[in-house]
Structure formats: C-alpha cells, structure tokens
C-alpha cells in the first residue's frame, strides 16, 4: 500500500514561493495519478491540481491557474507542486493523493484511494 510522504511546507512571506513534494519510498507513483489539495480552517478540502499517471495532462483550480505548477520526476519518484505569488488566501495543510491509473476527474478527492499526512503552508508578512 502506497505511503505518501509530503514535505516543503513552511511559513513564506506574501508574493514568495514554494515547492512541495510527495514521494513514496516503496511503489512507483508513475503508475498512479496524482493530485494536490488543501484544506484551510473551516473550509472544505479543494483540489487544486493534478497530473495523469502517464504524466501528459495536467489539471489546476482556477484559484491557482497560474502561480501554481505540477511536475514529475521519474528517477526522484517525487512529484512537485511549485507554488509562486503566495497569497495569505492558500494558508492551508496541502496533501497529495494518489489513484492508481488513470482518473476522470483529477480535482475530485474521491477519486483518490492513498493519501499523505499533509503539509503546512502559511503566507504571512
């Protein structure tokens, strides 16, 4: 069973940026479509992008459409989701998800069946 790891969270100031990773030591996530969420204080989890377990297409919130970048790479097994222009507004735990092949809808959680701890971004100045 896969156990994602996410790292890369921190406190950044506004208009900064960031990389998450998601890796995971013992399955090749090139097999699984991966997605990034986020979950704020008392708001619901919201997709904010993904990438196809072939790695052609990717997807991104309109929210983040933009500032925000998914990657693989393969000999890592690591994807990436690099974060520019922070905004106070994507303080958030972000988690990365993983479907083994491929998914309709990418930004859906339920679409996803493995899922990591989490990691803390917060935008302050």
């Known amino acids: 069973q896969l156990q994602l790891v996410e790292s890369g969270g921190g406190l950044v100031q506004p208009g900064g940026s960031l990389r998450l990773s998601c890796t995971d030591s013992?399955?090749?996530?090139?097999?699984?479509?991966i997605g990034w969420f986020r979950q704020a204080p008392g708001k619901e989890r919201e997709g904010v992008s993904c990438?196809?377990?072939?790695?052609?297409?990717?997807d991104y919130a309109d929210s983040v459409e933009g500032r925000f970048t998914i990657s693989r790479d393969i000999p890592k097994n690591t994807v990436y989701l690099q974060i520019n222009s922070l905004e106070p507004e994507d303080t958030a735990v972000y988690y990365c998800?993983?479907?083994?092949?491929?998914?309709?809808?990418?930004?859906?959680?339920?679409?996803?069946?493995?899922w990591g701890q989490g990691t803390q971004v917060t935008v302050s100045s």
């Open positions: 013992g399955f090749t996530l090139d097999y699984y479509t």
């Open positions: 998800a993983a479907t083994l092949g491929t998914s309709s809808y990418c930004l859906a959680s339920h679409e996803y069946h493995f």
């Open positions: 990438i196809s377990n072939a790695g052609g297409r990717t």
